[in-house]
């Protein structure tokens, strides 16, 4: 039983939002992603999708593209990215919610042996940052901490957020300082899509492991993260 992730999934079954205009990787790339997701993924395994899973705006625009997943093998956790205007209330999302798909919200759950924590981030707080953007990091963040807070006392603990935790030059994050505090050892996450290497955190920073999964940087694939 083994725990994958993947971000950006951009899924537009019912909606006219065609990727491709962000380039050829992108044609097709439901397809790309099946493929791939049906080769690597296992019924017993977990698939983690770090935000911006649907262009809907409505929740019932979103039921074809979340029954997408919930076809897919294994079990699925959704954590919401900054285009799923579709994620409303949490009652009504859970209500239409197919079998095998979960959301992650304001809680930890337990996954393959850890506890999965998360939030979906925002904008880095950096000169010249509005203060609307600052306040939405702060409640992201409060959101965050409430998520690792519940998890139990024992246990490896695994992150999944939508915004990347620091960036290159603005590393000293509160984000990056409530998973060092929390003990987190993985944290996976989305956003930046296929940014050139290097120019995102991705890789071994001490007792912290860092995954940038976005689907086209990983070439629409779930990666295996434990």
């Not at 262009?55 to 079990?75: I, K, T, V």
């Not at 239409?96 to 924590?117: D, I, K, S, Y």
């Not at 939030?119 to 306040?135: E, F, H, I, T």
């Amino acid at each position: 039983m083994s725990v994958f992730a993947i971000a950006d999934l951009h899924l537009a079954f019912s909606v006219d939002k065609p990727m491709d205009r962000f380039g050829p990787q992108w044609v097709g790339h439901p397809e790309k992603i099946a493929r791939a997701w049906r080769a690597a993924v296992g019924p017993q395994d977990t698939v983690l999708v770090a935000g911006d899973t649907s262009w809907a705006m409505r929740l019932d625009e979103a039921r074809a593209d979340l029954q997408y997943l919930a076809d897919l093998p294994g079990r699925k956790i959704l954590l919401r990215g900054n285009h799923d205007y579709w994620w409303g209330s949490l009652a009504k999302v859970r209500a239409a919610l197919p079998a095998g798909v979960e959301v992650l919200q304001n809680e930890a759950l337990q996954v393959e042996g850890w506890w999965l924590a998360g939030a979906r981030g925002w904008l880095l707080p950096v000169p010249g940052s509005s203060p609307a953007d600052r306040a939405i990091y702060e409640r992201e963040i409060g959101r965050l901490r409430l998520s690792l807070q519940a998890a139990g006392p024992q246990g490896p603990r695994l992150a999944m957020l939508h915004y990347p935790p620091w960036m290159p030059g603005f590393e000293s994050t509160e984000v990056r300082a409530l998973l060092v505090e929390f003990g987190v050892e993985v944290c996976v996450y989305g956003h930046l899509h296929a940014m050139a290497k290097g120019t995102y955190p991705d890789g071994a920073y001490g007792g912290l492991r860092v995954y940038c999964v976005s689907a086209d940087l990983v070439d629409f694939a779930p990666q295996r993260i434990s």
